[in-house]
C-alpha cells in the first residue's frame, strides 16, 4: 500500500490500509487515519490532522504554510475531516496565529480541480468547490455550501449554510444562507430552492425562506428593520433563526 518512491517522515502517522502512491511525501508531524488513498504526487505537510476516508488526487498540496507575508515560522495547524475528495493540484494552507492558527476542513466535501483554500479558513461538511475556486484567509463557509467554477470570494467572507455561489462570481461580501449569487453580475439572484428540495426541504420550509428573502432584499429594507420584521418568525423556525443569526453577525455587510 505504500509505493517504493514515497517519502514519509518517521514523525508521521499513518492509519489503517492506507495507500500511498508514488513520489509522495509525508512530512513531521502529520497524522492520516484509515483508507485514505493518496494517488501519486501528493505532498502533506505538518502539522496537520487527516480523518478517514479522505482521497487525495495527484499534485495536491496539502498542509503547506500560508501566503501570508506576516508568517514568521509560527506552528500553526490543519484540520481535515472524513470522506473529502480532493482532485487534482488543489492547495489546502494551514493557520496563522493572526487568527486561530488553525485551517479546518469538515467531512464529506469535494474539491475539485486547482481549488485553493488559504490560511485560517473554516469549511463545514458536505460543501463543493468546483474547478479553480479560491478561498482567501479567513473565509467561513457553513454546509452544502456549493461554489461553481472560477468564483472567489474576499478574505474574511462568510458564506451560510446552503448558499450556492454561481461560477465566475467575486464575493466581496458575506451571503446569507439558503442564498443565490449571480456568477456573471455577482448579485443576490434569490434562493438556492433546487438545492433545497434535493436535501428535503419541505414546500413550506422553502416558502418560509422565501418570505424572509422578499423581507430581506424586495421591501427596501435595512437588515436592522429585516431582522427585526424576522424576529418572531426566528423563534419558532430553525431555518430563519439560522438566518437571523447570520445577518446579526455580518460584519462585512451582505452581497445585495
Same mark, same amino acid.
Given at each position: 500500500? $505504500? @509505493?517504493?518512491?514515497?517519502?514519509?517522515? +518517521?514523525?508521521?502517522?499513518?492509519?489503517?490500509?492506507?495507500?500511498?502512491?508514488?513520489?509522495?511525501?509525508?512530512?513531521?508531524?502529520?497524522? $492520516?487515519?484509515?483508507?485514505?488513498?493518496?494517488?501519486? @504526487?501528493?505532498?502533506?505537510?505538518?502539522?496537520?490532522?487527516?480523518?478517514?476516508?479522505?482521497?487525495?488526487?495527484?499534485?495536491?498540496?496539502?498542509?503547506?504554510?500560508?501566503?501570508?507575508?506576516?508568517?514568521?515560522?509560527?506552528?500553526?495547524?490543519?484540520? $481535515?475531516?472524513?470522506?473529502?475528495?480532493?482532485?487534482?493540484?488543489?492547495?489546502?494552507?494551514?493557520?496563522?496565529?493572526?487568527?486561530?492558527?488553525?485551517?479546518?476542513?469538515?467531512?464529506?466535501? /469535494?474539491?475539485?480541480?486547482?481549488? @485553493?483554500?488559504?490560511?485560517?479558513?473554516? $469549511?463545514?461538511?458536505?460543501?463543493?468547490?468546483?474547478?479553480?475556486?479560491? /478561498?482567501?484567509?479567513?473565509?467561513? /463557509?457553513?454546509?452544502?455550501?456549493?461554489?461553481?467554477?472560477?468564483?472567489?470570494?474576499?478574505?474574511?467572507?462568510?458564506?451560510?449554510? @446552503?448558499?450556492?455561489?454561481?461560477?465566475?462570481?467575486?464575493? /466581496?461580501?458575506?451571503?446569507?444562507?439558503?442564498?443565490?449569487?449571480?456568477?456573471?453580475?455577482?448579485?443576490?439572484?434569490?434562493?438556492?430552492? +433546487?438545492?433545497?428540495?434535493?436535501?428535503?426541504?419541505?414546500?413550506?420550509?422553502?416558502?418560509?425562506?422565501?418570505?424572509?428573502?422578499?423581507?430581506?432584499?424586495?421591501?427596501?429594507?435595512?437588515?436592522?428593520?429585516?431582522?427585526?420584521?424576522?424576529?418572531?418568525?426566528?423563534?419558532?423556525?430553525?431555518?430563519?433563526?439560522?438566518?437571523?443569526?447570520?445577518?446579526?453577525?455580518?460584519?462585512?455587510?451582505?452581497?445585495?
Amino acid at each position: 500500500m $505504500i @509505493h517504493s518512491t514515497a517519502v514519509i517522515s +518517521e514523525k508521521a502517522t499513518l492509519g489503517n490500509n492506507v495507500s500511498v502512491g508514488p513520489f509522495c511525501y509525508i512530512g513531521d508531524d502529520v497524522v $492520516i487515519g484509515d483508507d485514505c488513498v493518496l494517488e501519486s @504526487h501528493v505532498v502533506i505537510k505538518g502539522p496537520t490532522t487527516v480523518g478517514k476516508r479522505n482521497r487525495f488526487f495527484q499534485f495536491c498540496s496539502v498542509g503547506e504554510e500560508c501566503q501570508d507575508k506576516k508568517y514568521a515560522g509560527e506552528e500553526t495547524r490543519l484540520e $481535515i475531516g472524513d470522506d473529502n475528495v480532493f482532485r487534482e493540484t488543489c492547495t489546502v494552507h494551514r493557520g496563522t496565529i493572526q487568527d486561530e492558527g488553525l485551517t479546518k476542513i469538515g467531512s464529506r466535501n /469535494l474539491f475539485m480541480i486547482n481549488a @485553493h483554500v488559504a490560511h485560517d479558513v473554516i $469549511i463545514g461538511d458536505d460543501c463543493i468547490l468546483a474547478n479553480n475556486v479560491s /478561498l482567501a484567509g479567513h473565509v467561513e /463557509l457553513g454546509n452544502f455550501v456549493i461554489f461553481g467554477g472560477g468564483a472567489a470570494i474576499h478574505q474574511f467572507g462568510k458564506v451560510g449554510s @446552503h448558499a450556492f455561489v454561481g461560477a465566475g462570481a467575486i464575493v /466581496l461580501r458575506d451571503v446569507p444562507p439558503f442564498v443565490m449569487v449571480n456568477g456573471q453580475k455577482h448579485v443576490a439572484a434569490g434562493i438556492n430552492s +433546487e438545492g433545497l428540495r434535493r436535501r428535503g426541504f419541505t414546500s413550506g420550509q422553502i416558502m418560509a425562506i422565501k418570505r424572509a428573502y422578499r423581507a430581506i432584499y424586495r421591501d427596501n429594507n435595512t437588515i436592522a428593520e429585516a431582522v427585526a420584521k424576522l424576529s418572531d418568525v426566528a423563534e419558532s423556525d430553525e431555518n430563519i433563526r439560522s438566518l437571523v443569526s447570520f445577518l446579526e453577525n455580518a460584519e462585512r455587510g451582505i452581497i445585495r
